[in-house]
């Protein structure tokens, strides 16, 4: 399987609930990066952890990163119909090597 | 806007056609990507310059063919495509240390479909 699995593959939620996305990865890694994308456009970079960090928020978004079990997790509260979109991890582990994973996506129904 | 730009947004050719995919960034970044994005897989990475450089061409075709004339531009030239290469093909670029890389900014991306 891929370096940076996202889980659920698909998920569907009501303005206003709070979306919880999984990533999964193998390998030890310098940072993991968060990235959104709008159909048929390019990514959008959101948010990066490092390694030696375990939370860290940007607006509605919190990330948190769990190196024991090679996992994080992205948070998107008060969800808005605005983000619906499909969102990806990236995993860094040094020297250009970044792994991008299938994606999940995200429907926020108004 | 990202600082990314990449033309044309939509590219339809045919298999016997030559047609070049253009980016280009004013981050002052130092390292610059082509992806290919299908459906339902993983973004690919194709090609890595760094200081235009190639440092990467990740088991590509030959009928991709990368060109990198300075850190602020990026092609890739296509010729004798086949139905298969049809996606969304994504330039990228970062600014990184030799081990670290500190996030991408993407283009919009050129949906190229092969008939």
């Known amino acids: 399987s891929q370096q940076g699995e996202e889980d659920p593959q698909a998920l569907s939620i009501q303005e206003g609930e709070n979306a919880t996305m999984n990533c999964s990865y193998k390998?030890?890694?310098?940072?993991l990066q968060w990235y959104r994308q709008n159909s048929g456009r390019g990514l959008v970079h959101l948010i990066l952890?490092?390694?030696?960090?375990r939370e860290k928020h940007s607006g509605r978004l919190r990330v948190t990163l769990d190196t024991s079990k090679k996992s994080s997790s992205l948070l998107i509260t008060a969800s808005r119909a605005a983000d619906t979109a499909s969102y990806f991890c990236?995993?860094?582990?040094?020297?250009?090597?970044?792994?991008f994973g299938t994606g999940t996506k995200l429907q926020v129904i108004p | 806007e990202t600082g990314v730009t990449q033309t044309p947004r939509h590219l339809v050719m045919g298999m016997t056609n030559k047609k070049s995919l253009k980016c280009e960034q004013h981050?002052?970044?130092?390292?610059m990507y082509w992806y290919k994005q299908s459906a339902k897989k993983p973004l690919e990475l194709m090609f890595v310059?760094?200081?235009?450089?190639?440092?990467e061409n990740n088991s590509v075709p030959s009928r991709f063919s990368p060109e990198c004339p300075n850190s602020s531009h990026l092609f890739l030239h296509l010729h004798t495509l086949q139905p298969e290469d049809s996606a969304l093909y994504l330039c990228?670029?970062?600014?990184?240390?030799?081990?670290?890389?500190?996030?991408?900014?993407f283009g919009s991306g050129t949906r190229l479909t092969v008939v």
């Open positions: 310059y760094n200081f235009k450089e190639q440092t």
């Open positions: 390998t030890s890694i310098n940072n």
């Open positions: 952890i490092r390694s030696n960090e």
């Open positions: 981050l002052g970044h130092n390292a």
């Open positions: 990228a670029s970062s600014q990184n240390t030799d081990t670290y890389n500190y996030g991408y900014t």
């Open positions: 990236a995993t860094d582990r040094g020297y250009q090597k970044v792994t």
